[in-house]
């Protein structure tokens, strides 16, 4: 696989990272000119990794091209590249759909959207793909677990549910406040959330039990998981997280 990479940001880096990361097979990675510091400092991992002189080298010398441009720069960026049947396309842009990228980039071999997430560094974590694409399936596949869905309405909503990341570190947050008035030093409490958390993340990833499975299995009657889980329930934090989610998902597809 010939893989080159438009825009050299923090996604590029994480995806570039993990694939070094888990030894995935490769011919080369060449990378666009932007933000040469990080460009330089992937090369330097392999030296199969190559920057280029411009983004057209990128396009000349690739088969997959993954885009990683903010979206307010992709009609300039991607208008200026003549792009080729073979180009297999992978689009990290966010809220460009595949038909304004179809406009953008012309006849290619296949268009894709994609949205990797900063784990793939480590080989772990989830990545949306619209459509279902064999080549984009299997680049994600060695860097975590690819889900694939058919149409964009779907992979919009599975793209605002990574707006959720912020809140999943605030909540530990207020967890490591908590620990910290109750005697406990910062790092000993964050220390131990981050272990507690690894332990739940695996159990949703090994048990395969549904995710009501496990908010039963995790409750004792009369017991403490059951009293802070009723708690919520009665305040209402479940049913104010869906709709914090709908007004992202309305953002998201520009409603």
Not at 9 to 19: N, Q, S, Y
Not at 175 to 200: F, K
């Amino acid at each position: 696989m010939r893989l080159g990479f438009i825009g050299t940001g923090t996604i590029t880096r994480a995806v570039v990272t993990g694939l070094i990361h888990v030894g995935a097979p490769f011919e080369h990675i060449c990378l666009s000119p932007r933000n040469a510091d990080v460009g330089i400092a992937l090369a330097a991992l392999d030296p199969r990794i190559s920057v280029c002189g411009t983004n057209q080298q990128v396009l000349d010398a690739s088969d997959v091209v993954c885009l990683a441009v903010v979206p307010t720069i992709a009609p300039e960026v991607l208008g200026a590249l003549q792009f080729e049947a073979r180009h297999h396309v992978v689009s990290f842009i966010a809220g460009v759909s595949l038909a304004a990228l179809q406009r953008m980039v012309g006849a290619v071999d296949a268009i894709v959207r994609a949205v990797p997430l900063p784990a793939v560094a480590a080989g772990m974590g989830s990545t949306a793909i619209c459509p279902p694409d064999e080549i984009t399936r299997r680049l994600f596949a060695w860097l975590g677990t690819p889900v694939e869905v058919s149409d964009e309405r779907k992979f919009d909503a599975l793209s605002a549910v990574t707006a959720t990341m912020a809140s999943f570190y605030a909540v530990l947050d207020a967890q490591a406040e908590w620990l910290v008035q109750q005697g406990i030093d910062h790092d000993s409490a964050r220390a131990y959330l981050g272990g507690y958390c690894r332990g739940l993340a695996h159990e949703t990833s090994e048990s395969g039990a549904s995710f009501s499975a496990l908010v039963a299995a995790s409750m004792t009657p009369g017991g403490i998981n059951e009293q802070l889980h009723n708690e919520l329930s009665v305040k209402g934090t479940y049913s104010h997280y869906r709709e914090a989610l709908d007004h992202v998902l309305r953002r998201v597809e520009g409603r």
